[in-house]
């Protein structure tokens, strides 16, 4: 394609060009042809490789992600990208697992940002998972209720985290953030009838409230959710038959369910001698030094 383009940034026409090709790399190809190679019209090696979309472990979880952190761009060169970004280096290398697992190829590594805390990424180019991806939400749906563990760990590893109280009383939960109801909506069902694990939907933000992110002030564009998982018997039964793939996140709520078991007043105390309260919840404290 780049010789054609050279053939005709020094004049020759559609026709000798075609003839030119033809001769130079033995093959056949029409005007028509050239032409739109000329005019970025068409990208011989832009093909569709064919994967295969029948509902599995890997696709479900990869729906997952999709409908939580996830992205999908399609590029000006004719790459459709499927991309994720995340602090927990275990999230993103199993996302990339579940990519490759779909024999679709990845990059994977770590972003530096000097205006936020570095992020790991992966990311593959496939036209087939992108279509199906931005296709109708009964096909991931349909993929989701057959595989439901992976789908909502894919989910929950987005956008999910445990929730402790622990202040005059120790309380353990789970919590799954986002703002569009149906999908939410879908995992209430899902988590209840493959899982009996029941959920409480609340509105926490109302479109256009204000929100403070990185000392800047900023407006929701949408309608924010809260999904809860409030019982302590179903937080355990999450943690044991889904949990999380970040061992940051999975720590914490085995530590805190561990804890539950235990008089409050001692729980509360060996809670905050490894824990500490920061401005988006309880962190692991760092080990002291000898």
Known sequence: MQRA????????????????????????????????????????????????????????????????????????????????????????????????????????????????????YAEGSNKMLFQFLKGPRDQLFNVAWEYPREFLQGLFDSEGFPVISAKNHFRVQVALANSDLELLNFTERVLLEKFGISTRLVQTHKKGSPIVIRGMEYKYNVDMYVLWIYRLSHVRKFAEEIGFTSRRKQEKLEDALHLSEIPVAEALKLWHQKYVNGPRGYIKRAPKQP
């Open 5 to 120: 383009k050279e053939l005709r940034d020094q004049g020759i026409s559609y026709s000798q060009i075609a003839s030119i090709i033809g001769e130079e790399f033995n093959v056949k190809v029409s005007r028509p042809t050239i032409m739109r190679w000329c005019k970025g019209l068409h990208n011989p090696f832009n093909k569709i490789k064919e994967i295969s979309l029948e509902p599995s472990p890997s696709l479900a979880y990869v729906i997952g992600v999709f409908l939580g952190d996830g992205s999908t761009t399609k590029l000006k060169n004719g790459r459709y990208i499927i991309k994720l970004k995340a602090i927990d280096r275990e999230f993103v290398e199993r996302f990339k697992n579940a990519l490759e697992c779909l024999d679709i190829k990845t990059t994977f590594g770590l972003e530096h940002d000097s205006t936020r805390v570095d992020r790991w």
